[in-house]
């Protein structure tokens, strides 16, 4: 299989080097970059298909880099912050990163987010235009605005169907609290947040009523919620 070709961007050279290390006895392809300078030169030149983002550079924000290179890639961006604070990563996720890792992570948890990456640029590649979505039990028939799990049609309100298809049209990505809101209501008030916690829960509970226990949301606490590509 085609190892994915990863840009590391991080300041720290030990965890650049444990990085690299773990990547390469995994047969993952990488470069590196120290700066926020050169992970932008590195992200046009090399034409990574994922990037790890250490969000506290000594030249830039993390942020800015993740604005700049959404104007013309759409490539998955996976930020690692340090600091426990979530609006970081809340901005980065707001700005257009895909998913993130809090340090210190272990080699485990940063090659498990490259498997699921790697899952949904498949999905991505392989998936034409189609009114159809369809992940694991679930379907979603945007024509028709119905969807199934396995033979058995759910009974959604529309509230409930539209949080669905924002949740399966962002497959893969961890959406925070205030995107989907927008996106749902057109606003992002406190009874907004509190109203997409019970329409999430009740969506949950919908979804989980499959023979297979599969979870297809997953709750990220403080930031928001993320479907997941079942394999
Ligand atoms: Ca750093």
Redesign the pocket.
């Known amino acids: 299989m085609n190892k994915l070709l990863i840009l590391v961007v991080?300041?720290?050279p030990a965890i650049r080097n444990l990085m690299a290390t773990t990547l390469k006895s995994h047969n993952y392809r990488f470069v590196t970059a120290p700066t926020g300078a050169s992970a932008i030169m590195q992200a046009s030149t090399a034409q990574p298909d994922v990037m790890l983002l250490?969000l506290?550079?000594p030249d830039m924000d993390g942020v800015d880099i993740i604005r700049k290179i959404r104007t013309w890639s759409q490539m998955p961006i996976i930020v690692i912050s340090?600091r426990a604070e979530d609006t970081d990563k809340i901005d980065a996720l707001d700005a257009g990163a895909d998913d993130y890792l809090t340090k210190p992570f272990s080699v485990e948890e940063l090659l498990a987010r490259l498997r699921a990456t790697q899952r949904r640029l498949q999905f991505m590649q392989t998936s034409t235009p189609s009114p159809i979505f369809s992940n694991g039990q679930l379907k979603i028939d945007y024509a028709a605005g119905c969807a199934w799990l396995g033979e058995q049609q759910l009974h959604l309100t529309p509230m409930e169907y539209k949080l669905l298809c924002v949740m399966a049209q962002n497959v893969g990505k961890v959406l925070t609290l205030s995107f989907i809101t927008q996106k749902v209501w057109g606003s992002t008030t406190e009874s907004d947040i509190a109203s997409l916690r019970v329409f999430m829960a009740t969506l949950r509970k919908k979804l989980s009523a499959g023979k297979e226990d599969t979870q297809y949301i997953q709750t990220h606490i403080g930031v928001g919620y993320r479907m997941l590509k079942v394999e």
């Open positions: 991080e300041d720290d250490d506290g550079l340090a």
